[in-house]
């Protein structure tokens, strides 16, 4: 969608570095005010670019908040590719991913901008997507990971748990992270028994 492509792909150091600037200024701005009342000009002028430069990437405000969430889904992608690698059993995988939620939690509750980029995209209906798109791209990961252990007539129903797996995940984890840490800990150490004992199970 042309709205939230990058309108050139930098070559040359300075436009890299100058892009770089861009998505850390737009990063700043949103952990300042409300996404929606962040402007084009507002980026541009904290970038220390002219409003011209700033057209020259992007066509639009959304088309930046895109480029944050790829930036943002790679740290995730880090983290969470490493989940299911090397598992041996169905049992050692469902400890592995319950034990996941709790590195996930302290990225969301130390990074707040993870929370404000997932807002700002649930209400664009150009963005609204990227969620549903990066859940899939997981998945892939995860059956590659989990191929050995899975007869291959049970990947649909396996495609199915993981996708409830991480959208239910993902809910909680923003839940907890807007509640005080004794209250995060009991809901995520719940949550963690649940995903234990359920996950994997026929």
């Known amino acids: 969608m042309l709205r939230l492509a990058l309108r050139k792909l930098p070559q040359q150091e300075r436009s890299v570095q100058r892009l770089?600037?861009?998505?850390?200024?737009?990063?700043s701005l949103v952990l300042?005010?409300?996404?929606?009342?962040?402007t084009m000009s507002e980026i541009a002028q904290?970038?220390?670019?002219?409003?011209?430069?700033?057209?020259?990437?992007?066509p639009q405000k959304a088309a930046i908040l895109k480029a944050l969430h790829d930036r943002l889904s790679m740290e995730i992608e880090d983290r969470v590719s490493q989940i299911f690698a090397g598992v041996n059993s169905l049992e050692d995988a469902a400890q592995r991913g319950a034990d996941a939620l709790f590195?996930?939690?302290?990225?969301?509750?130390?990074?707040?901008?993870?929370?404000?980029?997932?807002?700002?995209?649930?209400?664009?209906?150009?963005?609204?997507?990227l969620s549903n798109d990066y859940h899939e791209h997981l998945?892939?990961?995860f059956l590659k990971d989990l191929s050995q252990l899975i007869p291959a007539e049970d990947?649909?129903?396996?495609r199915v748990t993981l996708k409830l797996f991480i959208i239910t995940s993902g809910d909680v984890i923003r839940?907890?992270?807007?509640?005080?840490?004794?209250?995060?800990?009991?809901?995520?150490?719940?949550?963690?028994?649940i995903v234990r004992n359920s996950l994997f199970s026929s």
Do not use: C
Request: zero cysteines; glycine letters at 4%.
């Open 32 to 38: 300042e005010k409300d996404v929606a009342s962040v």
């Open 155 to 158: 990947f649909g129903k396996m």
């Open 175 to 193: 839940f907890a992270t807007s509640q005080n840490p004794e209250a995060a800990k009991l809901y995520l150490e719940r949550w963690h028994q």
């Open 20 to 27: 770089e600037a861009i998505l850390d200024s737009a990063m």
């Open 103 to 129: 590195e996930l939690h302290t990225l969301f509750r130390d990074r707040p901008i993870f929370m404000s980029i997932w807002q700002a995209i649930q209400t664009d209906k150009d963005l609204n997507h």
């Open 46 to 58: 904290r970038a220390g670019i002219p409003i011209g430069s700033l057209y020259q990437f992007f």
């Open 139 to 141: 998945i892939g990961l």
